[in-house]
């Protein structure tokens, strides 16, 4: 059966994985590391995208990210061609470094990231390349000792991980290695390499196969996730730009929901502003293009949080009528 084509989807997180051809070694030494790390810093952090977690291995690379304004199959193609040509010529070889297809997987961050942060940091631990956690912080070729404070990387995103645990740094890292030990308690979980919530058919009687959910191979989450998905991709299309200012926009938004370019603003939690801005994100970016950076400076609200609002769609039934 025929590969699907990957899916590219900015705003959505991602867990890639490379692997080098015939399962052949990609880094013989530091110097590659550092070479692939300082390629990786070209495509990742700014406006690119935002990544959670990272694992150089001997022969495989695991990254963890959030796609924004560089699309996923660019940014790869970048650093994959750009280090291979360096590989190559340093070690005198030549032909492909790495297989034909990296895998990707779109993840429900809600539900996985935490868990994909584990499971990628603990490969080195459980492949025998670091003794245990607290070696495994000392290693500047893994993301957690970026998560611990020990190596940093300002293409790398620590702060929304550790936020999850704590809103003190101290705090966070400090139930961040307890999770990372209760993690290799747990064992190997295969389940996260890959994608899809599949059932099959021929087990189920009649009555359970109405209960089957939406599932696709390249998708890592429950079926409504995976609706989702689906749904935000077939509706990416480039909207028709409107000769119109950001500030204009964010005043006439305010204005159609009665309430002050200053509230709407104002980052407050507030029902009726949650709502009026979920809106203005929908149109912003859909009807007029502007970039989320541009949204989240001027609505006081992280990227993280627009995508979210975006891709599931929150904003879609507030926009209807919105005449801006």
């Known amino acids: 059966m ?5 899916l590219d989807a900015p705003g959505f997180v991602h867990h890639v994985i490379v692997r080098g051809i015939e399962r052949r070694d990609i880094f013989v030494d530091n110097a590659d590391r550092y070479e692939f790390l300082k390629r990786l810093s070209v495509v990742a952090g700014a406006e690119n995208n935002q990544l959670f977690a990272f694992a150089l291995m001997p022969n495989h690379v695991h990254l963890l990210m959030r796609t924004l304004a560089l699309p996923l199959s660019s ?3 970048r650093l994959l061609t750009g280090y291979a040509i360096y590989f190559n010529r340093r ?9 034909n297809r990296y895998k990707s997987f779109i993840v429900d961050e809600h539900a996985y990231l935490l868990e994909l942060v584990r499971y990628i940091h603990l490969n080195p631990v459980r492949a025998g390349l670091c003794a245990d956690v607290g070696s495994l912080a000392k290693r500047p070729f893994f993301g957690h000792a970026v998560l611990m404070g020990r190596a ?12 999850l645990f704590g809103s003190s740094y101290t705090g ?8 990372m030990v209760d993690g290799l308690a747990k064992g190997r979980r295969d389940d996260l390499v ?15 196969r109405a209960q089957i959910v939406a599932h696709d191979e390249r998708i890592l989450g429950c079926g409504d996730f995976v609706e989702a998905v689906l749904a935000a991709l077939e509706q990416n299309e480039v909207p028709a730009l409107k000769e119109i200012s950001l500030g204009e926009f964010i005043e006439q938004t305010a204005a159609h929901f009665g ?5 709407l603003c104002s980052g407050t939690r507030r029902r009726a502003v949650v709502r009026a801005r979920a809106a203005a994100i929908w149109l912003g970016m859909k009807r007029h293009g502007f970039s989320a950076n541009e ?11 627009i995508y979210e609002i975006l891709n599931l769609g929150r904003g879609e039934k507030e926009s209807d009528g919105v005449v801006v």
């Not at 070690?91 to 297989?99: A, D, I, S």
Request: proline share 7%; net charge positive.
């Open 152 to 163: 940093a990387y300002p293409w790398f995103e620590p702060a929304h991980t550790l936020a």
């Open 75 to 77: 940014c790869m193609r």
């Open 295 to 305: 949204l989240s400076e001027a609505l006081s609200i992280s990227r993280t949080r």
């Open 91 to 99: 070690h005198n070889r030549c032909g492909h470094l790495f297989q």
């Open 194 to 208: 890959g994608g899809g919530l599949k059932r099959s058919l021929a087990a189920l009687d009649p009555s359970e």
């Open 172 to 179: 966070a890292r400090e139930k961040l290695v307890k999770f």
């Open 2 to 6: 025929p590969r699907k084509p990957r």
């Open 259 to 263: 309430l002050t370019s200053q509230e």
